[in-house]
Nanobody
């Protein structure tokens, strides 16, 4: 079983920034995609951002495009999510996931998931 550990979640004011980290127990090269998903209380889980591990191609949901940036450090087995200009509607539990099929923001394409890190944005 591959283990994913997220960190960096915190409580911030609207307009602030956070950087989330996700470290894998296995090499990132073993799967084509890493993704970030989020789920707010009472709402469905949604795709936020994803990255093709080998080539670095990135994909974003329209709601975060221009504000969030996903990146990876293959040597450290780590993927990051830099979040700027945070809004109250960004409040959610954020999950890191690994997948092996090219559907970047489709949660059904991911087989390994972290336990999540909480992001809370106050208005």
């Amino acid at each position: 079983q591959v283990q994913l550990v997220e960190s960096g979640g915190d409580s911030v004011q609207a307009g602030g920034s956070l950087r989330l980290s996700c470290t894998s127990s296995a090499s990132l090269s073993s799967n084509p995609f890493m993704g970030w998903f989020r789920q707010a209380p009472g709402k469905e889980r949604e795709g936020v951002a994803a990255i093709a591990i080998l080539f670095g191609s990135t994909y974003y949901d329209d709601s975060v495009k221009g504000r969030f940036t996903i990146s990876r450090d293959i040597a450290k087995n780590t993927v990051y999510l830099q979040m700027n200009s945070l809004k109250p509607e960004d409040t959610a539990m954020y999950y890191c996931a690994r997948g092996d099929v090219p559907r970047p923001l489709d949660q059904s394409a991911y087989r390994y998931w972290g336990q999540g890190t909480q992001v809370t944005v106050s208005s």
